[in-house]
């Protein structure tokens, strides 16, 4: 079953089977530097993260419950497996990763997936922000050239400060080759963004530092030349000794794993506008399936990539069949670059991460919950970036939810849950008076929601998902009884504005309380919608669809005149 899933020629067109294939060309192209990348970053031959987009990557896409997903080395994981590398050595890395695919796969028969819809968007924004930081700076020494570092130095701060003592030992040629590598990987997506950058900087500045004979560390001359042969699958690395020692860091890639890969496939799902979602639990499942494939053949720990992912749909994908041809290209491109990959200069690959590092930083983004967010969300992302970096990943990610929770249910105390109430199968409608009742029921062609209580983590997920229709028709939310929104809402609701304004569907709120206007406004959201979409009744906001040709609703008066418009 999971077979034909993948390769329907009955369900596929033509057009479209040309499309996955080439989105999966794409896909492989930009994952090949990107998982050499990585796999030095945790410190492990390069081969292994290629085998890792391989292998792991193929068994994703055949047994996801995403359409979209492209899974292999990511950069969320580098923190965690670097730190197993550091304590136990890298031959504990496929221990970890069978014994994290394992709690995947339970993960999904318990049907865990649901449970992502209550990870706060600020732990979420946090811990991705302080996993970047933390890649960020563990590349300055391979980007300038430091040599002499302690290499038992762990956490953000001792590394760091161990970079700064070493910094006379930094040369000119390095640092040269990295700042290049920079240059291009930040201007090339303006000047032709079909090709990718980081294919571009590694193909480009590995040719100059060759033919102009620069001494710069090089793929080769740490880890060696990359076999041109495929692996053959062993389990000698299982050790049952090693089990209880790696329990807390295998529960950790397992829980980090499954978040991000369903992270990814909610976004895959936004970017594709398709009203058929991902199932979370079946994307688990095949998560742990890909984590127990990948290091029988030679693979680290792995999850579904955003980046990839994104750039896939981009390139055309809708179906499995991209995942698998982006496996199949990298396996190609491994055999016949081989040879010349151990010519890569290592700082180039330091370059790749510290961009990619930004990206997935989301400094943007950050800076906008800083500024706008409520205040005790604010706190809790910054402690969650701070632990993230000072401390462990997993302690971030429990300190944050567990912050959260003591936040929601202080104001659970007097406020329901967020609902988007709908007519029932008796034909009432709640909270909604008489009048307003038939009138939403007259109007099939409009969606209309009613919505009450506390719009948190709790509830911005299900909320969301009872929003789901058609994207072009007129959407009408009444926030009469919404008396708290928190950063996680507020991002639903922003996801829920762009998504139908993207597919040329309009979005409009009314009977917004005094207490939530302003929230809305220092978020952003208001701005987002335009005064023209913003009502303080529903009756004047449907009035206002039937006829888009009045003045916007900047006054009482304009509202009256659409009313006795209608």
């Known amino acids: 079953m999971p077979l034909r899933a993948v390769w329907r020629p009955r369900g596929l067109a033509p057009a479209e089977l040309r499309s996955n294939l080439v989105a999966g060309v794409v896909a492989g192209i930009i994952a090949l530097p990107l998982s050499i990348a990585l796999a030095v970053a945790v410190g492990v031959p390069p081969i292994a993260g290629l085998y890792t987009a391989v292998f792991a990557g193929a068994a994703a896409s055949i047994f996801g419950g995403s359409r979209y997903n492209i899974t292999g080395p990511t950069a969320a994981l580098v923190p965690l497996l670097s730190h197993v590398v550091l304590t136990h050595g890298a031959g504990a890395l496929p221990m ?17 997936g649901r449970l992502v819809r209550y990870m706060p ?24 050239g ?4 302690n290499p038992a130095a762990e956490h953000f701060h001792e590394r760091t400060f161990d970079t700064l003592r070493h910094l006379g030992t930094v040369g000119w040629t390095t640092p040269l080759v990295g700042f290049a590598s920079l240059a291009i990987l930040i201007a090339w997506p303006r000047i032709d963004g079909r090709i990718p950058a980081p294919l571009v900087a590694v193909v480009a500045v590995t040719a100059a530092a060759w033919s102009l004979g620069l001494e710069t560390p090089t793929i080769a001359s740490k880890y060696g030349e990359l076999p041109l042969q495929l692996p053959r699958p062993s389990l000698a690395f299982f050790d049952t000794g090693l089990v209880v020692d790696l329990i807390q ?9 499954g978040v991000e890969s369903l992270l990814s496939a909610v976004v895959a799902d936004g970017m594709a506008g398709q009203r058929i979602r991902h199932d979370a639990d079946r994307e688990l499942r095949a998560q742990g399936i890909a984590n127990l494939v990948s290091p029988i053949f030679g693979g680290i720990p792995a999850t579904a990539a955003i980046a990839r992912t994104a750039a896939s749909i981009r390139a055309g994908a809708t179906s499995r069949v991209a995942g698998v041809v982006h496996s199949a290209t990298v396996l190609a491109l491994t055999v016949a670059l081989g040879p010349l990959a151990g010519h890569i200069p290592l700082t180039t690959l330091a370059a790749i991460l510290l961009v990619t590092a930004w990206k997935i930083a989301e400094v943007p983004e950050v800076t906008r919950l800083l500024r706008r967010a409520p205040r005790e969300d604010a706190v809790v992302l ?8 000072f401390f462990d990943l997993t302690y971030a990610i429990g300190f944050g939810v567990l912050a ?15 609902a988007a109430l709908l007519p029932d199968p008796n ?17 099939p062609d409009i969606d209309i929601f009613s919505v009450q209580g506390l719009l948190s983590f709790h509830s911005a997920r299900s909320f969301e998902y009872q929003l789901e229709g058609d ?3 007129p959407l009408i939310l009444r926030m009469k009884d919404i008396h708290h929104i928190d950063t996680t809402g507020l991002l639903t609701l922003e996801g829920i504005i762009e998504h139908r304004q993207r597919h040329g569907g309009r979005v409009i709120l009314t009977a917004i309380q005094p207490e939530i206007r302003p929230v809305l406004g220092r978020f952003g959201i208001l701005d987002l919608l335009g005064q023209e979409n913003v009502f303080e009744h529903t009756k004047c906001a449907i009035a206002s669809i039937d006829h888009p040709e009045l003045p916007p609703p900047d006054h009482e008066r304009t509202a009256d005149a659409l009313a006795r418009a209608s």
């Not at 910054?382 to 970096?389: E, G, K």
């Open 382 to 389: 910054v402690a969650t970036i701070a632990m993230t970096l």
């Open 121 to 144: 968007g600020t732990v979420i924004v946090g811990f991705t922000a302080g996993i970047a930081l933390s890649i960020a700076f563990g590349q300055l020494n391979a980007l300038l």
């Open 96 to 112: 970890v990763g069978l014994m994290a695919g394992t709690i995947l796969i339970v993960m999904g028969l318990l049907r865990f």
């Open 427 to 443: 034909g009432r409608i709640a909270q909604v008076s008489d009048d307003l009742a038939a009138l939403i029921r007259s109007r």
């Open 471 to 473: 994207a072009h028709r």
């Open 404 to 418: 959260s929770t003591v936040l929601l249910v202080r104001r659970l105390s007097t406020m329901p849950a967020a």
């Open 249 to 257: 860091p295998a529960i950790a890639v397992a829980i980090l794993g």
């Open 146 to 149: 430091v040599t002499g570092t």
